[in-house]
Each structure stands twice: as structure tokens, then as C-alpha cells.
């Protein structure tokens, strides 16, 4: 009996190390989540102040066209942990292009992968959309393209890939009701040339698939160097350029000089 009342102090001790280590654990992941990369100041101001666009920047960031009531919307998720004001820049030409409304939503520590669903709540709260259309970079492309995968057909018009990639369980290569358009750098080091081709099969046989000589993953936003990405070689204005283009053709139907 004295040995089993000794014993229960030390398995209380055990517990409280195995508790507050998770604690800390938790809490460093939050932490972690926490820090996105923000956008840089500079492409953001400008797009900003540009006439032919509106932006509205909060827990969705909403860009459209200056004086346009668009019936063409995207919702758009981020990659991980990359704020969502750093694709602002990156949008803004092509909304003014296309004539399209765009809603990027704050995700949950800054991972799509927490609210893959977000799509729901923004599309029933602007009716007067007509056209819908999901995407996102990275994590959040293979996020928008697992929920696109639950989806009914003739419930969204297509899907918008940046550097990015379905998921095996997402069941989208047999969807003929869908327009995907597939956006990759051929000097991404994280969604790599490789990646995107092997995974090419997961998508409808008619996928646009477009790779950007010179691009890299972070080009797709204005947040700066990433971590395992490689270097570009086309500079910003390039990339851009090819991914408007890309945009005008998928969202437009109209063929653009890539």
C-alpha cells in the first residue's frame, strides 16, 4: 500500500510535465501560425491609390473595380502563413482587367487549412454575384480546391491555381462542369515544376495549365523572399504581366500572348 501512495505523486508529476509541455507546444504553434508574412508597403500603397480599383482592407480583404458592380467573383485563399493584404498588388491588375470582385479571407493562424469552408459563408453573403469562381497559392489553392471537390456541379464556374496543386481526395479530374486554370513558376522551389506535374492528373483533362519561364513561388504575392524558394529569373513586373494574361484568358475566355 505504500508503495501505490508513493507512486501516485509521481504519476501526478509525470502528468503536469506531459500537460505543461503540450501547453507550450500549443502555444508555440499559435505563435507560429501567428507570424505571416506581411505585404510589403510600397505594392500595397500603390495599389491602394489606384483609380481603376476599390479595396477594402479587413478580416476579407475585397478588391473590384473602381464604379463596377461586378457579377464575376473569386474567392481567394492565401498561402500559409502569408497575410492576406500581400495579395492585394497581385490581384489588383487583374481585377481591373477582368471586371472582377475579389474577397481574400483572414483564415485561422493563417492557415487554410483550418477553414477550407471559408468560400460558404462569402458566397451566400454577396447574392449578387452570379459567376463564382475559388483559388488560392499554395496550401490555400489545395485548400480551395478540396472544398471545390464537395461542391455540386454548376455551383461554381471554375478554380484558380497559384503555384499550387488538388488534393488526391478532391475528385476534380473528371469535372468537365469546371474551368481550372493552373498558374506555376518554373523557379519555384516549394510548389516545384515536378510537383505540379505530377499531381497534373488530379485536375479536369482540359485544365489550363500554364508555366511562367522564370517565376518563383513568392512572385505570386508581394511579401518578399521565402524560405526554400529559389531565385527568380524575371523581375516582378514580368511575372505579373504573365499572370494577368493568364487571367484574362481563363476568367474571359479571351486569348492572351503568353
Known sequence: MATGRRSRPRLRAVL??????LVVAVGAFVVWGSL??????APLQAALTDPAIEVVLGPVVELRPAGSEPSRGVVFYPGARVHREAYVATWAPIVAATDTLVLIPRMPLNLAVFARSRADGLIAETPEVEEWWVGGHSLGGAMAASWLGE???????????WASFATAGAGLSDRGD???LSVSGSRDGLATPEDVAER????PPDALMIEVE??????????GPQRGDLEPTIDG?????????AHVTALLGVDADL
Open 214 to 223: 522564370g517565376m518563383n513561388h513568392a512572385q505570386f504575392g508581394r511579401y
Open 200 to 203: 497534373r492528373a488530379l485536375l
Open 178 to 180: 469546371l474551368t481550372v
Open 151 to 161: 461542391q455540386p456541379p454548376g455551383e461554381v464556374e471554375g478554380l484558380l491555381l
Open 36 to 41: 505571416a508574412r506581411p505585404a510589403e508597403e
Open 237 to 245: 513586373a514580368e511575372a505579373q504581366s504573365a499572370l494577368t494574361e
Open 16 to 21: 503536469l510535465v506531459l500537460a505543461a509541455t
